[in-house]
C-alpha cells in the first residue's frame, strides 16, 4: 500500500494562486499516474488533473489553462499549481496514485476560493 501525504490548501480570494503538493511513500512502480481529484459539499468526486510517470497529462475542462499539474524531482511527487481561483474550485483536494493494480489516496486537503 502506498501512503500520500497533501500539503498548500487554504483559503484564497477569487483570482487568486495557490500550490499544492503531494509526497508518496512505499513500493511505487514506475508508470505510475499520479493525479488530483477533488470534492465539494454535496458533490461527487470529480478529476481535476493527472501526470502520467512519462510527463502525460489530462485535465478537466473546467480547469484548462488555469491549473498545471507537474511531477517534480522522483517519481513520488506531484503538485497543482492553481492560478485564477474561482469560487466554484472551493472542494476537499486529494492527491491519487494508480501503482499497478492499486489507487491509493490522500487524507485531502481544504482549498477554499472566497472573498
Known amino acids: 500500500q502506498v501512503q500520500l501525504v497533501e500539503s498548500g490548501g487554504g483559503l484564497v480570494q477569487p483570482g487568486g494562486s495557490l500550490r499544492l503538493s503531494c509526497s508518496a511513500s512505499g513500493n511505487i512502480f514506475f508508470g505510475n499516474v499520479m493525479g488530483w481529484y477533488r470534492q465539494a459539499p454535496g458533490k461527487q468526486r470529480e478529476l481535476v488533473a493527472t501526470?502520467?510517470?512519462?510527463?502525460?497529462?489530462n485535465y478537466a475542462d473546467s480547469v484548462k489553462g488555469r491549473f498545471t499539474i507537474s511531477r517534480p524531482g522522483n517519481n513520488d511527487r506531484v503538485s497543482l499549481q492553481m492560478n485564477s481561483l474561482k469560487p466554484e474550485d472551493t472542494a476537499v483536494y486529494y492527491c491519487?496514485?494508480?501503482?499497478?493494480?492499486?489507487?491509493?489516496w490522500g487524507q485531502g486537503t481544504q482549498v477554499t476560493v472566497s472573498s
Open positions: 501526470i502520467s510517470s512519462g510527463g502525460s497529462t
Open positions: 491519487m496514485i494508480r501503482n499497478g493494480p492499486e489507487t491509493s
